[in-house]
Structures are given as C-alpha cells and as structure tokens.
C-alpha cells in the first residue's frame, strides 16, 4: 500500500470531495481541527497525537502514520515514546487476535467447554 503513497502529490485527489460532497468535507475538518486543537483540551495535544498515532498503526494507515507520528514529535514526543506507542499497539493488535481466537472456538464447537 505505501507504494501508493505520495505525500505532496495525494492531495489533489481530494478534488472528488471538495465538488462533490464540499459540505461533509467541511464538517469533517472542522471535526479534526477541533480534536487536534493545540489548546482547550484535558488531554494535552502530544498525547493525542500518541493516541491517533497508536490508532494509525494499529488500522495500518499510512497516511495516520505519517500525520501523526510526525505531529507528535512536533508536539514534542521523543522517539522513546514514538517506540512504546509502537509497541501498545502491537500489543493491543496482537491481544485482539488472541481474544477473536476464542470465537472460531465457539463457533466451530470444536474443543467446546461449556
């Protein structure tokens, strides 16, 4: 997927949104700009971008992750935590594969305990 991913140049592709659907493209940043405002929430802003950073990894967005990784360490992040942010989300990845095993037990009966 990263071969498709072009930092400068993607932009234009948001062309479809802005003639198409200009007011939902609106709300959604006005949205952003409210979630990653630099001031006005509990959570300071280089926490959030961890946690969107954290999220980008964990869905695999390029896009995230270039963001917010790059977002954080503006907010002042170091890259031990850009590591241990990298390493909660494999941890929460990983945990959710162990966790969704149990369903292809329950629903194949095999190996069933009840």
């Known amino acids: 997927m990263t071969d498709f991913f072009d930092r400068e140049g993607d932009g234009k592709y948001?062309?479809?949104?802005?003639?198409t659907t200009p007011d939902i493209?609106?709300?959604?940043?006005?949205?952003?700009n409210a979630v990653f405002a630099e001031d006005g929430r509990e959570i300071p802003l280089k926490y959030r971008e961890l946690i969107a950073y954290a999220v980008g990894l964990t869905t695999q967005c390029t896009y995230c992750i270039d963001a917010h990784s790059?977002?954080?360490?503006?907010?002042?992040?170091?890259?031990?935590?850009?590591?241990?942010?990298a390493w909660t989300a494999s941890a929460i990845r990983a945990g959710g594969a162990f966790a969704h095993g149990r369903l292809g037990f329950k629903l194949t009966g095999v190996h069933d305990h009840s």
């Open 25 to 32: 493209l609106k709300a959604f940043g006005d949205f952003n």
């Open 70 to 85: 790059n977002a954080a360490v503006k907010a002042g992040a170091t890259e031990t935590e850009l590591a241990e942010t």
């Open 14 to 19: 948001d062309k479809a949104y802005k003639e």
